[in-house]
Antibody, heavy 121, light 101 residues
């Protein structure tokens, strides 16, 4: 069974940093891209970032480009999202999800349970 | 950019639901549909426009190509009242809420 388990969320002040992690199991990790999707309170889904199976390709939404960095450790079957210069509008549940393709740009299945990031003073 | 209509669909159990998703430009057939119930993570229903994901009941079907796609729920069950999102590449539609009439 494919499982994705996010961690690292919490309360942070504006301008602060946070590192999210997603531990994966149940599939050949380096054969698939992985993606972060977020959902602000009461809002819809927003794609945040994707990393290819090899880790050589990384993609970001314009809203986080230059502030967030996605990475993966294929030896640990884990991906990370380093979030810097956090803003109130980054407040959301962050979901980790497995892409259907190695290079990304496919569909997402399954999804983790999410980790909540709150940016507030 | 993906647009979804209607924003809200008010129906009774047993009725048929038809949800629309329109892409601003053609180019990918990797159109997917997700269901999200309150307090839960999204769940993949349909991928590549018309293929049902594993474990998804047959009452869910997807169709369309190019820029116009449709998700149909043939007969609504109580657990189907939820929000539905379409997705293509790095974009999600704003969602359609299917609520009990």
């Amino acid at each position: 069974e494919v499982q994705l388990l996010e961690s690292g969320g919490g309360l942070v002040q504006p301008g602060g940093s946070l590192r999210l992690s997603c531990a994966a199991s149940g599939f050949t990790f380096n054969n698939y891209a992985l993606t972060w999707v977020r959902q602000a309170p009461g809002m819809g889904l927003e794609w945040v970032s994707t990393i290819s199976g090899s880790g050589g390709g990384t993609f970001y939404a314009d809203s986080v480009k230059g502030r967030f960095t996605i990475s993966r450790d294929n030896s640990q079957s884990t991906i990370h999202l380093e979030m810097n210069d956090l803003r109130a509008e980054d407040t959301a549940i962050y979901y980790c999800t497995k892409d259907s393709h190695k290079t990304g740009k496919g569909w997402f299945d399954p999804w983790g349970q999410g980790t909540l990031v709150s940016v507030s003073s | 950019v993906l647009t979804q209509s209607p924003a809200t669909l008010s129906l009774s159990p047993g009725e048929r639901a038809t949800l629309s998703c329109r892409a601003s430009q053609s180019g990918s057939s990797y159109l997917a549909w997700y269901q999200q119930r309150p307090g839960q993570a999204p769940r993949l229903l349909i991928y590549a426009a018309s293929s049902r994901a594993s474990g998804i009941p047959a009452r869910f079907s997807g169709s369309g190509s190019g820029t116009d796609f449709t998700l149909t729920i043939s007969s609504l069950e109580p657990e189907d009242f939820a929000v539905y999102y379409c997705q293509q590449r790095g974009a999600f539609g704003p969602g359609t809420k299917v609520e009990i009439k």
